[in-house]
């Protein structure tokens, strides 16, 4: 007789057990949900036709980087001179690491060119990219900082 008792809260366990093992399963990562999750780069040096960065740095420092798809390219700067295939590996990874160049985004270029060639926007006099796509996409971007000479007159 005791056992009755218990009858009820043994079939209450049963269906925690189950809510909790279907709650479980469902937690289970989806193979689609993976899957947006990884990104392709959006850029590649293929779609490039000429590249010109030109980067002034307060100390007098210069970094100078030109690519054209005819072959040519170089790396100056920053204690480096590179030329041929180490200038097209390293612009190449650069133009990687950049946001979509066809999309109006300058200063977010700006920032990724930056971060990825690890130099401080504070040490930034004046920032130059001209490029040029395949598909004859054209596009200038010019940053000056002139943050030594600021004479507002308020």
């Not at 009755?4 to 990562?29: D, N, T």
């Amino acid at each position: 007789m005791k056992f009755k008792r218990y009858i009820p809260l043994l079939v209450l366990v049963i269906l925690a057990a189950a809510a909790v093992i279907q709650g479980l399963r469902s937690q289970v990562a989806q193979p689609e949900l993976l899957q947006s999750q990884v990104t392709a780069a959006e850029n590649s040096l293929d779609m490039i036709s000429s590249w010109e960065l030109e980067i002034e740095l307060h100390g007098g420092e210069e970094l100078e980087m030109s690519y054209s798809s005819r072959g040519r390219a170089s790396s100056t700067g920053l204690g480096r001179r590179r030329s041929d295939d180490d200038a097209v590996e390293e612009i190449r990874l650069l133009v990687e690491a950049l946001p979509p160049l066809a999309e109006g985004m300058p200063l977010g270029i700006i920032q990724a060119a930056l971060d990825h060639l690890e130099i401080d926007e504070s040490d930034v006099k004046e920032f130059e990219l001209e490029y040029e796509l395949t598909d004859g996409f054209e596009r200038k971007i010019d940053l000056d900082v002139n943050g030594d000479d600021d004479n507002d007159n308020d």
